[in-house]
């Protein structure tokens, strides 16, 4: 169950984070409401609550902790201490969805309504440090594309950048963390991001988007997954966490280009273009920067995939660049450059991660026969979309990971 009180609270508690204040205008707390009121709809269970009835409810029934005047909600206690008391009082105490209702109220249209400010430049040096990092992983690529080694020293180097931002986001207070996840729902409106994965591999230029530049930041910010129980209505596995998802695909990614490096292009530009795509997949990926600074090297870092039976949603969320990569393969040889075919050759190897990790058998089977039926699919005009078809996807040759399907 959804309580309407614990959205109330939330979202007096979000305003009074911000600005001080414990208490707020109704007409605006109505609007933010019903936008929350949306957002959980869209992400937990539907509901469909009376503003003004739930108001009634909250102010006959908690009147030690909230005051209603003519136009304005107060909270008339400290807020820790109105959360304890709200938790004792309402019959059962929070659920578990009440817990998840303090993250879906940091969203950008929340913070417009209750006319919240950017926070983004109190925090420039997290901008930077991170910023840093990923400049130092795109050098990294760079002087294995002039045929230098990547030595324990470089890696040195590297690992000093991340225990540093490490112990700047350790620092962070349960204030600063919110301040945060703000500025990152901001920078998303303002620059309209798509995920930093998918800008690291197929954006023309990933390293001046803000997604790149702030990844490390929300990463981090998010490092502790929380498993919500679902609805057998919204999901039809009961647990679906997406950033396990989100680092064993992209692990999964790059070991799988990391081993076909050697045997595309070896010396050439298309081959230089993938390994800085590798490096900045590498740099958002922490689980799989960890290994290879401790060990070098990519290969045997990456455990097959353990199947169950809450993993057939699992890479879902992937699918519909699956399709918009398959599309990505339809190009004519006369049309090819070497910006195209690095492209091209990423989005076989993407679409062969999700085949590979992907357990829901009908999208399975809609991928494979979109493939196999493709127009260009041994169309000698299309030599190279054939080839790379054939080769990474249909291929039967394993990558370094043990298929467990």
Same mark, same amino acid.
């Given at each position: 169950?959804?309580?309407?009180? =614990?959205?109330?609270?939330?979202?007096?508690?979000?305003?009074?984070?911000?600005?001080?204040?414990?208490?707020?205008?109704? &007409?605006?707390?109505?609007?933010?409401?019903?936008?929350?009121? &949306?957002?959980?709809?869209?992400?937990?269970?539907?509901?469909?609550?009376?503003?003004?009835?739930?108001?009634?409810?909250?102010?006959?029934?908690?009147? #030690?902790?909230?005051?209603?005047?003519?136009?304005?909600?107060?909270?008339?206690?400290?807020?820790?201490?109105?959360?304890?008391?709200?938790?004792?009082?309402?019959?059962?105490?929070? %659920?578990?969805?009440?817990?998840?209702?303090?993250?879906?109220?940091?969203?950008?249209?929340?913070?417009? +309504?209750?006319?919240?400010?950017?926070?983004?430049?109190?925090?420039?040096?997290?901008?930077?440090?991170?910023?840093? +990092?990923?400049?130092?992983?795109?050098?990294?690529?760079?002087?294995?594309?002039?045929?230098?080694? +990547?030595?324990?020293?470089?890696?040195?180097?590297?690992?000093?950048?991340?225990?540093?931002?490490?112990?700047?986001?350790?620092?962070?207070?349960?204030?600063?963390?919110?301040?945060? !996840? =703000?500025?990152?729902?901001?920078?998303?409106?303002?620059?309209?991001?798509?995920? &930093?994965?998918?800008? =690291?591999?197929?954006?023309?230029?990933?390293?001046?988007?803000?997604?790149?530049?702030?990844?490390?930041?929300?990463?981090?910010? *998010?490092?502790?997954?929380?498993?919500?129980?679902?609805?057998?209505?919204?999901?039809?596995? *009961?647990?679906?966490?997406?950033?396990?998802? !989100?680092?064993?695909?992209?692990?999964?990614?790059?070991?799988?280009?990391? #081993?076909?490096?050697?045997?595309?292009? #070896?010396?050439?530009?298309?081959?230089?273009?993938?390994?800085?795509?590798?490096?900045?997949?590498?740099?958002?990926?922490?689980?799989?920067?960890?290994?290879?600074?401790?060990?070098? !090297?990519?290969?045997?870092?990456?455990?097959?995939?353990?199947? *169950?039976?809450?993993?057939?949603?699992?890479?879902? #969320?992937?699918?519909? %660049?699956?399709?918009?990569?398959?599309?990505?393969?339809?190009?004519?040889?006369?049309?090819?450059?070497?910006?195209?075919?690095?492209?091209?050759?990423?989005?076989?190897?993407?679409?062969?991660?999700?085949?590979?990790?992907?357990?829901?058998?009908?999208?399975?089977?809609?991928?494979?026969? !979109?493939?196999?039926?493709?127009?260009?699919?041994?169309?000698? *005009?299309?030599?190279?979309?054939?080839?790379?078809?054939?080769?990474? +996807?249909?291929?039967?040759?394993?990558?370094?990971?043990?298929?467990?399907?």
């Amino acid at each position: 169950m959804i309580h309407s009180e =614990a959205m109330f609270f939330e979202i007096m508690c979000l305003y009074a984070i911000f600005t001080d204040y414990v208490e707020l205008e109704l &007409d605006i707390l109505k609007d933010a409401f019903y936008e929350l009121q &949306d957002i959980i709809t869209d992400n937990i269970k539907a509901i469909n609550y009376n503003f003004d009835e739930e108001l009634d409810n909250l102010v006959t029934h908690y009147g #030690s902790i909230f005051e209603l005047t003519e136009d304005t909600l107060i909270i008339q206690s400290d807020i820790d201490k109105a959360y304890v008391l709200l938790d004792q009082q309402i019959d059962g105490g929070f %659920t578990e969805y009440d817990d998840y209702i303090s993250q879906l109220v940091q969203n950008i249209n929340i913070y417009h +309504i209750l006319d919240i400010q950017d926070p983004t430049s109190l925090y420039s040096p997290f901008w930077q440090l991170n910023s840093s +990092i990923m400049a130092y992983h795109f050098l990294l690529a760079q002087k294995e594309n002039m045929g230098g080694k +990547i030595d324990s020293k470089y890696l040195g180097i590297l690992l000093i950048y991340e225990n540093q931002f490490r112990d700047m986001i350790s620092d962070i207070s349960g204030k600063d963390d919110i301040f945060m !996840r =703000a500025a990152l729902e901001f920078q998303n409106e303002e620059y309209s991001l798509n995920p &930093d994965w998918y800008v =690291a591999l197929f954006e023309n230029q990933p390293l001046k988007s803000k997604a790149l530049n702030h990844s490390l930041v929300s990463y981090h910010l *998010n490092s502790y997954p929380l498993e919500i129980k679902m609805e057998e209505d919204n999901l039809q596995d *009961n647990y679906y966490t997406c950033y396990t998802d !989100r680092d064993y695909f992209l692990s999964y990614f790059i070991i799988v280009l990391d #081993s076909l490096l050697p045997k595309l292009y #070896s010396e050439g530009e298309i081959n230089k273009l993938l390994n800085i795509r590798k490096h900045l997949l590498i740099a958002i990926t922490p689980p799989i920067e960890k290994a290879y600074i401790e060990h070098g !090297r990519l290969d045997g870092t990456l455990k097959p995939l353990a199947r *169950n039976k809450n993993s057939k949603q699992a890479f879902l #969320s992937f699918y519909p %660049t699956v399709l918009e990569r398959i599309k990505d393969l339809d190009c004519l040889d006369m049309q090819l450059d070497v910006n195209k075919i690095s492209s091209m050759i990423l989005s076989a190897i993407f679409i062969r991660t999700f085949l590979d990790t992907c357990m829901h058998e009908d999208v399975l089977q809609d991928v494979y026969h !979109r493939i196999i039926n493709a127009k260009f699919l041994n169309n000698p *005009n299309y030599y190279y979309a054939t080839l790379f078809t054939q080769t990474i +996807i249909l291929s039967n040759d394993e990558p370094d990971i043990q298929k467990k399907r």
